[in-house]
């Protein structure tokens, strides 16, 4: 029987032949043609904010609301954030469960079901995701019509569409303040499902062993690997 766990991305199908749909991926940003010059300057800020070599850490809300539908399944945790592309969102209310995802390792440890499932994720697979940061900078112009506008309090908000339809991402908007964090993220699905993070209190750690982004789980965790 096929079983399925919500993670940040999205819903993820716990079985060997169905990939985990969605990654938060953080590598750095350098300034894209193409782009306006107020997306730019925004992008410039999230640059400079996460890539400094420390570990950015945050409590989150997550929302799903399923396509149809007008409530929607509210999660809370902390995310950590490292360059080069390392990101753990460890979810307490009202499951407690594991994300991670270190170059091209998405895993998801769930201690309710003592299982782990393991994406190992393809070029190909990741140009698919709906992604906040772009490991190619030079993929943002060319993969999404940008606009941005004013945020308030010297943020701004950034719209990216897809230039071609992609059954996964029919849009994502981030919003960015002037420091370059960033408080709200949302995305949509060509289905309508809808997918919210709202992030609080951003604020720089020591950085974490990488180990720390590659979650295992106790000895004898059951092991998907996809």
Same mark, same amino acid.
């Given at each position: 029987?096929i079983s399925s766990?919500?993670?940040?991305? %999205?819903?993820i199908t716990r079985?060997?032949?169905?990939?985990i749909t969605?990654l938060f991926l953080? #590598?750095?940003?350098?300034?894209?043609?193409?782009?306006? #010059?107020?997306?730019?300057s925004?992008?410039?800020?999230?640059?400079r904010?996460?890539?400094?070599?420390a570990?950015h850490?945050?409590?989150?809300t997550?929302? $799903?609301?399923?396509?149809?539908f007008?409530?929607s399944?509210?999660e809370?945790?902390t995310?950590?954030?490292?360059k080069?592309?390392?990101?753990?969102f460890?979810?307490t209310?009202?499951?407690?469960?594991?994300?991670?995802?270190?170059s %091209?390792?998405?895993?998801l440890?769930?201690?309710? *079901?003592g299982?782990?499932?393991?994406q190992?994720?393809s070029?190909q *697979?990741r140009a698919r995701?709906?992604?906040?940061?772009?490991? *190619? #900078?030079?993929a943002l112009?060319?993969?999404?019509e940008?606009?941005?506008?004013?945020g308030?309090e %010297?943020?701004?908000r950034l719209?990216l569409?897809?230039?071609s339809p992609r059954?996964e991402?029919?849009w994502?908007?981030?919003l960015i303040d002037r420091?370059?964090?960033?408080p709200e993220?949302? $995305?949509?699905?060509?289905? %309508? /499902?809808?997918t919210?993070?709202r992030?609080? /209190?951003?604020?720089?750690?020591?950085k974490?062993?990488?180990? *720390?982004?590659?979650?295992?789980?106790p000895?004898?965790?059951?092991?998907?690997e /996809?």
């Amino acid at each position: 029987m096929i079983s399925s766990k919500l993670g940040p991305f %999205g819903r993820i199908t716990r079985s060997p032949d169905h990939p985990i749909t969605r990654l938060f991926l953080v #590598p750095l940003l350098s300034l894209v043609a193409g782009l306006s #010059p107020e997306a730019e300057s925004a992008i410039s800020r999230l640059s400079r904010h996460y890539a400094d070599g420390a570990a950015h850490t945050a409590t989150f809300t997550h929302l $799903y609301t399923p396509a149809g539908f007008t409530t929607s399944k509210r999660e809370t945790g902390t995310i950590w954030i490292q360059k080069p592309e390392r990101v753990r969102f460890d979810y307490t209310a009202p499951e407690t469960k594991t994300f991670t995802y270190d170059s %091209g390792d998405g895993r998801l440890y769930s201690p309710e *079901d003592g299982q782990l499932t393991i994406q190992k994720l393809s070029s190909q *697979d990741r140009a698919r995701l709906p992604i906040l940061f772009l490991t *190619d #900078p030079s993929a943002l112009s060319r993969d999404y019509e940008v606009t941005a506008e004013p945020g308030g309090e %010297g943020a701004t908000r950034l719209l990216l569409k897809p230039r071609s339809p992609r059954p996964e991402l029919a849009w994502l908007r981030v919003l960015i303040d002037r420091e370059g964090a960033v408080p709200e993220l949302s $995305y949509e699905d060509s289905a %309508g /499902n809808h997918t919210e993070f709202r992030f609080e /209190n951003w604020h720089k750690v020591k950085k974490r062993p990488a180990g *720390d982004y590659r979650v295992t789980g106790p000895p004898g965790t059951r092991v998907l690997e /996809n």
